[in-house]
C-alpha cells in the first residue's frame, strides 16, 4: 500500500511538472531573454541635464510676486517644495502639492492654468531646436511610456512628434508646461524587448494594478513550485552509479535530455531568481521597503513649506548663490521648519553613463556629483554652502525617529550594504547614517537634509532576498563590471536553456508527438 501511494505521489508531482512547464515556460523565456536585455538598457526617459539644457536663463528681474502670494492662488495650506524656472519667455513657479505639481506665473501671480498645444510646442521645440515638431494629441490616459506613478500624476500629457528620422516623441505636461518625458526609435525597441516584456508592463494590464500585481506574484510562486518539482524529479532520474544502459546518467534522449541536465545545473539560480522576482512586489505586505516614511519626510522637513518666511528675494539668492546669468531652476524647500533655496549646477559636459539605470523619474534631481548649493531663503547675510553639517543631520534624525534612543551615528565617507547606487539609483556621498535601538537604520542626504533611505530588519533581510538575489548584488560582485555581467548573463543563457527546452517539449506534446524515454 505505501508502494501504491508513494507512486500515486510521484506520478502527481511529475505531471505537475510537466502541465505547469507548458503553461510557464514560455513566460520563463521571455522573463530571461528580456533580463539580459534590462543589464543593459531600460525604459526611455529624460534627464536632468537634457531637461534644464532646454530652459532659458532663469530671468530674476521679471519675477514681481512672492511665491508665497502666488501659491495662494492655486492652492491651500502649504506645499512641501517649490521650483522656480521660465516657461517660454515668463518666470513660473512650480509647486509640489500632495504629490501633484500646480503652477503659476511669478510675473503677475496668475495661475497657470491648462498649456495649450501652442506653448507645448514651443517646449517641445526648445529640446529639439534643429528639427521640425509636430503636435499628436492630447493624452488624457497613460500611455506605455507614462506608467510611472510620478508621471500619472503629471497628466494629461501632450504628445509631440519630431521629424528627426529617429521617431522621437515628447510630452509636455498640461498643468505645469515643462517636458517629462522623450522616447525615439531605439529606446523604445529597448523598454519594449526588455524592461515592458519583463515587468510585465503591458498598458491594459499595468493600469489594472490588482491584477497585474496579482499575475506577478502568483505567476511567480507557480513557477517556483515548477522550479522545485523539476529539480526534485531531475535528482530522482540523475544515476551515477547504477547509470542507465549504455553507462548513460539519464533515461532520456533529444530535448528531454537537454532539459535534465540544464535543469540540473541552472534549476536552483532559475528558483532563486523566480523566487526573488515575487519579493519584488513586496507579497502580503511582508516588508515595509526602505523608502522613508511620510513621517520621516515631514519630521525633517519641519512640516509644510512656510512660504511666508521666504524672505530673501530671487534676485539676492541668485547673486548668491554665484548663479546669476547662468540659473536654469531655483528650488525651495523645508528643513528643520526653515525654507532653503538650492541650485543644481550640470557640469558643461557629462560622462557617458554606460551602466546607467534610466527608467528612474530622473527629470528633476541632479546626477550625485553635480555641484549643489543651499541657502537660507528666512534671513540674509549667510554664505551659501554644499548642504548640512553632522550636527544638523543628527538632530533631524533624531527629529524623524522621537522617542527612539539613538545606538550609533556615523558619517560615511563610502558605500556600505544597504547605501550604494545600482538598483536605488544615484546615491551621493557623504551621508550620516543613524542606528536605533529598535533596529532602525536612518541614512540622510547631506546635499538637502532628507531622509534617502528607512531600513528595518525586514526591509535589511529584502534587501538580500530580493535585490541580492535578483541582481546578484552581493559585496565583490555587483561593482565588479563587467564581471557581474558576466555571471548574470552566463545565468540567464543558463536559464534560458531550461525554458526553451521546456517550450520545445511542451510544444511536442501539445501537438500530440510522444516523448520516448528509452
Not at 510557464?24 to 539580459?36: H, T
Not at 537537454?258 to 516588508?287: C, E, N, Q, R, Y
Amino acid at each position: 500500500m505505501a508502494e501504491i501511494t508513494r507512486g500515486r505521489l510521484w506520478g502527481w508531482l511529475i505531471r505537475a511538472h510537466r502541465y505547469l512547464g507548458v503553461g510557464f515556460c514560455a513566460l520563463f523565456v521571455l522573463w530571461f531573454a528580456s533580463g539580459i536585455v534590462l543589464v543593459y538598457r531600460r525604459m526611455p526617459s529624460l534627464g536632468t541635464a537634457e531637461r534644464l539644457a532646454a530652459l532659458t536663463p532663469l530671468a530674476t528681474d521679471r519675477i514681481r510676486v512672492p511665491p508665497a502670494a502666488a501659491w495662494r492662488g492655486v492652492g491651500r495650506g502649504w506645499p512641501s517644495r517649490v521650483r522656480i524656472a521660465m516657461l517660454l519667455a515668463r518666470p513660473v513657479y512650480r509647486f509640489l502639492d500632495h504629490g501633484t505639481w500646480v503652477a503659476a506665473y511669478a510675473d503677475d501671480g496668475s495661475p497657470v492654468g491648462a498649456v495649450d498645444s501652442v506653448v507645448a510646442l514651443a517646449v517641445g521645440g526648445a529640446l529639439a531646436p534643429r528639427a521640425t515638431v509636430r503636435y499628436r494629441d492630447l493624452a488624457a490616459e497613460p500611455d506605455q511610456w507614462t506608467l510611472s506613478t510620478v508621471l500619472r500624476r503629471q497628466g494629461p500629457l501632450h504628445r509631440l512628434t519630431v521629424d528627426d528620422g529617429r521617431g522621437t516623441s515628447l510630452y509636455v505636461t498640461r498643468s505645469t508646461g515643462e517636458a517629462v518625458m522623450r522616447t525615439d526609435r531605439w529606446s523604445r525597441w529597448w523598454g519594449y524587448s526588455g524592461a515592458v516584456v519583463h515587468w510585465l508592463f503591458f498598458t491594459p494590464l499595468r493600469m489594472r494594478t490588482s491584477l497585474w500585481s496579482a499575475l506577478v506574484i502568483y505567476g511567480s510562486l507557480v513557477g517556483g513550485v515548477l522550479c522545485l518539482s523539476g529539480l526534485v524529479v531531475g535528482v530522482y532520474r540523475l544515476r551515477i552509479r547504477r547509470r542507465y544502459r549504455g553507462g548513460r546518467l539519464s533515461p532520456h534522449h533529444g530535448w528531454l535530455r537537454w532539459h535534465h541536465f540544464a535543469g540540473l545545473i541552472f534549476g536552483l539560480v532559475t528558483f532563486t531568481w523566480v523566487f526573488s522576482g515575487m519579493l519584488s512586489m513586496s507579497p502580503w505586505d511582508w516588508s515595509p521597503g526602505s523608502t522613508p516614511t511620510d513621517s520621516d519626510v515631514r519630521a525633517v522637513a519641519g512640516g509644510d513649506l512656510d512660504l511666508s518666511r521666504v524672505t530673501i528675494g530671487l534676485s539676492e539668492a541668485a547673486r548668491t548663490l554665484g548663479g546669476e546669468g547662468q540659473l536654469k531652476e531655483l528650488e525651495i524647500f523645508p528643513f528643520m521648519g526653515r525654507p532653503y533655496f538650492r541650485w543644481i549646477q550640470p557640469p558643461a559636459a557629462e560622462p557617458p553613463g554606460q551602466w546607467a539605470n534610466t527608467d528612474l523619474p530622473a527629470y528633476l534631481d541632479g546626477a550625485p556629483t553635480w555641484r549643489s548649493l543651499v541657502l537660507p531663503a528666512d534671513r540674509g547675510g549667510e554664505r551659501p554652502r554644499a548642504g548640512f553639517g553632522r550636527g544638523d543631520l543628527e538632530m533631524a534624525a533624531r527629529a524623524a525617529m522621537p522617542g527612539h534612543a539613538v545606538r550609533e551615528s556615523t558619517w560615511l565617507n563610502q558605500f556600505d550594504r544597504y547605501y550604494y547606487p545600482g538598483h536605488l539609483g544615484g546615491l551621493s556621498l557623504p551621508v550620516l547614517r543613524t542606528t536605533f535601538e529598535d533596529g532602525t537604520w536612518l541614512y540622510l542626504d547631506p546635499r538637502t537634509g532628507a531622509p534617502v533611505l528607512h531600513h528595518t530588519a525586514r526591509s535589511r533581510a529584502e534587501r538580500w532576498l530580493y535585490h541580492g538575489l535578483h541582481s546578484l548584488d552581493f559585496p565583490g560582485l555587483y561593482q565588479r563590471r563587467p564581471l557581474w555581467d558576466l555571471v548574470v548573463v552566463l545565468g540567464s543563457l543558463g536559464g534560458l536553456l531550461v525554458s526553451a527546452t521546456a517550450v520545445a517539449i511542451g510544444w511536442r506534446r501539445v501537438r500530440g508527438r510522444r516523448i520516448v524515454n528509452r
